[in-house]
Nanobody, 124 residues
Framework: QVQLVESGGGLQQAGGSLRLSCAVS????????IGWFRQAPGKEREFVAF????????YYADSVKGRFTISRDNAKITVYLQMANLKPEDTALYSC?????????????????WGQGTQVTVSS
């Protein structure tokens, strides 16, 4: 089993920044990488970003490219999502998830373990 705990959400004004953290524990070595997803009220959960535990593999949704940066600290077994130039449409519950295999990083059904999420609210 793998456990994931998100933190760092909150209320921010448009144009501001937040950094989310995803602390991973358990059998994380069985996983290939970590993705961030978000779900706004009344909408489906959507892919935000992905990072593999090794190498330089990173992916971003078009809606966040150039504004969000995903990174990792392997020593702390933590993945971060630095969010800049926030917009009201970034308001959502942000969750991190672990997947065991490469490929289809944008598909939520490819992830095996999920955290509970952290709320991000951006005011205009």
């Amino acid at each position: 089993q793998v456990q994931l705990v998100e933190s760092g959400g909150g209320l921010q004004q448009a144009g501001g920044s937040l950094r989310l953290s995803c602390a991973v524990s358990g059998r994380f070595l069985s996983t290939y990488g970590i993705g961030w997803f978000r779900q706004a009220p009344g909408k489906e959960r959507e892919f935000v970003a992905f990072i593999a535990w090794t190498g330089g593999t990173r992916y971003y949704a078009d809606s966040v490219k150039g504004r969000f940066t995903i990174s990792r600290d392997n020593a702390k077994i933590t993945v971060y999502l630095q969010m800049a130039n926030l917009k009201p449409e970034d308001t959502a519950l942000y969750s991190c998830a672990a997947k065991r295999y490469a490929g289809d990083h944008y598909r939520r059904d490819q992830y095996d373990y999920w955290g509970q999420g952290t709320q991000v609210t951006v005011s205009s």
